[in-house]
């Protein structure tokens, strides 16, 4: 039997813990899971979550004065009564709460919070970082999207984009494009702990895509951002917890908390990720260079390709595939770079086509991107995922790894080759691959594989939901 | 940072063997407001008033012969703890009805932002449900004791 319970005393001082302390120990004897909220006056801990009031069998409000939020409970079996019966005989008060407690009336609030996908505080804060980066992310892709469409020539270093109206356009969405990155780990810090956590997440997401600075050949890509922007928010919520002199308040979220959120998170970065990521990539190169020393690893060798591009987006994983296929071009082996060209454009293509096939299940933000990450995609813009993979990463991130390294398998072997370090259908119609039709057929199967996962993996938690609701 | 009960609790806040006439509550109550005022007059009016007030509300008796009078204090700078041992057992109208046999008051200021000391109370407060720890402190008999007890208890 689960039961949880609210109790407040007058003072707030001593009978609130000690009417708690009875309920939980006497539910302990008794073996009752209890939870008990404390309303006292060092403010109301132990709270009691939507979950835990939806899972309670019995609500107990032990009170002598009127307590907060007690509509959270209409529709639940509660028992109102004062303190004093629970500090003198908990277990019986809790033997006794079936035949006691009533059936309040009204709607039952939690279960409306339920329904929002957004549950606690840590993904609420992520949701928010994902929906500020969709405009940087759909400016940015767009504009090299189009720049590199209509005025990019596919060439030994990749597509070069010439005129002067195309080059600023895709200088302009590159501006944009890296944007994001700050902007993902800001708001996530942002949400967690306010204007102050903003410069240190910010900065430090920087550090993290800057390879320069962390002393790598990639930067952390958006998963390292992400981190960051937890990192800077929790912190600055902890820093604010401190007891400071009242002189040095004023100055301690603009001065302050900025500058040793900033120095630390970012000193952590290059101390403690620079040296890892350096290895990972080191790790990685070798593993797929005795793969590719193979030719009867052939579709090992595409799924690995194929699932590395789809891992970060854009970060060290990623990054290490996509060099190792770039390389092979000028060692004359370029089906390398055709399973990275393949993979490439899988995940934003993936991601699109499932919000074109199954709108219900995002958002309209998301909707509205889910068209630029499929245009993103046509241009081989990895990227164009990271808004999605970003909101929800434990279904995503699968489904796409899983696209990706689909599309890299087919095109090991179709040996598809393509000359050109760049990625995506429009590689293969600017004539840079060996076998148009076959390169495209590799993607859409992929781009299928990894939207369809998503889609299945979003329906069955719909009905995890719909069978929660249902209990 | 974190506040103990010896920040609360002087070792001269203790005492044992208070003898307390006629047995009551309200005469005890009035003792422990004065001695808590240590010779403040309007303390110790305010301290009475508040005590009375609450007790009236509810009995601070909280069973197994332990009582907690408190109050809080507009004004108050430092909040504080003392513990009072009676010489007879005295009727608190307690939740088990068994008289009394030791007070611990609580003074706290009144709007005090600072919650440290209130964690330690509330802690304090947990403890007091708890048989085992009641009964081992009711076997303390001097104030070197019970302070020893309470503070190594609470830290």
Not at chain 1, 186 to 215: E, K, N, Q, Y
Not at chain 2, 33 to 57: I, P, Q, V, Y
Request: net charge negative; proline share 5%; hydrophobic share 50%.
């Amino acid at each position: 039997m689960k039961i949880i319970g609210v109790t407040k005393c007058p003072t707030g001082i001593a009978h609130t813990y000690m009417a708690a302390e009875k309920l939980a120990r006497a539910g302990k004897e008794l073996g009752f899971d209890v939870k008990i909220e404390t309303q006292g006056s060092q403010g109301t801990e132990n709270v009691l979550t939507p979950e835990d009031v939806r899972n309670a069998d019995y609500v107990i409000i032990a009170a002598d004065v009127a307590i907060d939020d007690k509509d959270r409970f209409n529709g639940k079996k509660v028992q109102e009564m004062p303190i004093k019966p629970v500090i003198k005989d908990a277990k019986k008060v809790l033997t006794e709460l079936p035949e006691n407690a009533k059936q309040v009336g009204g709607e039952f609030v939690t279960d409306k919070e339920l329904q929002k996908p957004t549950g606690s505080a840590a993904v609420k804060a992520l949701m928010n970082g994902a929906s500020h980066m969709i405009p940087f992310v759909v400016v940015g892709g767009l504009f090299i999207a189009l720049s590199i469409s209509f005025g990019g020539t596919a060439t030994a270093d990749g597509m070069v984009v010439s005129g002067v109206f195309w080059e600023k356009m895709n200088a302009i969405g590159s501006l944009g494009f890296n944007l994001m990155y700050p902007i993902l780990a800001g708001f996530i810090a942002f949400s967690i702990a306010g204007r102050a956590a903003l410069a240190p997440a910010m900065i430090s997401a920087m550090v993290s895509v800057s390879p320069d600075v962390l002393g790598t050949t990639a930067g952390t890509g958006f998963l390292g951002c992400i981190v960051c922007g937890y990192a800077a928010g929790y912190f600055v919520k902890w820093v604010n917890t401190w007891k400071v002199p009242k002189g040095l308040k004023p100055i301690m979220p603009i001065f302050v908390i900025p500058l040793l959120g900033t120095g630390l998170i970012s000193a952590a970065f290059i101390m403690f990720l620079g040296g890892p990521i350096s290895w990972l990539m080191e790790v990685l190169n070798s593993m797929l260079k005795s793969l590719a020393a193979n030719t009867a690893t052939a579709i090992p060798l595409g799924l690995v390709l194929g699932a590395m591009i789809g891992v970060d987006m854009g970060g060290p994983v990623n990054k290490v595939a996509f060099l190792f296929g770039v390389a092979s071009i000028a060692e004359g082996n370029p089906q390398i770079m055709g399973i990275v060209a393949a993979a490439i454009p899988v995940p934003p293509l993936a991601c699109g086509l499932a919000t074109f096939l199954s709108k219900k299940h995002f958002t309209e933000e998301e909707q509205g991107s889910g068209l630029s990450a499929f245009l993103m995609g046509l241009i081989g813009i990895t990227e164009g995922a990271i808004p999605f993979a970003t909101a929800d990463p434990k279904r995503v991130l699968p489904s796409m790894i899983t696209g990706s390294a689909v599309a890299g398998a087919l095109a090991s072997v179709f040996k598809i080759t393509d000359v050109v370090p760049h990625g995506g259908p429009i590689v293969g119609l600017l004539g840079a691959t060996n076998n148009v039709l076959m390169f495209l057929v590799c993607i859409a199967v992929g781009t299928c594989v990894g939207a369809f996962m998503l889609m299945a993996m979003l329906n069955s938690k719909d009905k995890k939901v719909d069978a929660a609701k249902a209990e | 940072m974190t506040a103990t009960l010896k920040d609360m609790l002087k070792p001269e806040y203790v005492y044992t063997d208070v003898a307390v006439e006629p047995h009551d509550k309200d005469t005890a109550i009035r003792k422990i407001a004065s001695m808590c005022a240590a010779g403040n007059a309007e303390e110790e009016k305010m301290l009475r008033d508040t005590f009375f007030a609450r007790e009236e509300m509810d009995s601070t008796g909280c069973g197994e012969g332990v009582a907690i009078p408190h109050a809080k204090i507009k004004g108050l700078e430092e909040p504080k703890v003392e513990v009072f041992k009676f010489a007879q057992p005295l009727d608190w109208d307690a939740i088990d009805d068994k008289p009394v046999t030791l007070a611990i008051a609580l003074v706290m200021p009144d709007g005090d932002k600072d919650n440290l000391h209130l964690q330690v109370i509330s802690r304090l407060a947990r403890k007091l449900v708890d048989e085992d720890f009641v009964a081992a402190l009711e076997k303390q008999n001097t104030p070197e004791d019970l302070y020893g007890f309470l503070t190594d208890q609470l830290g």
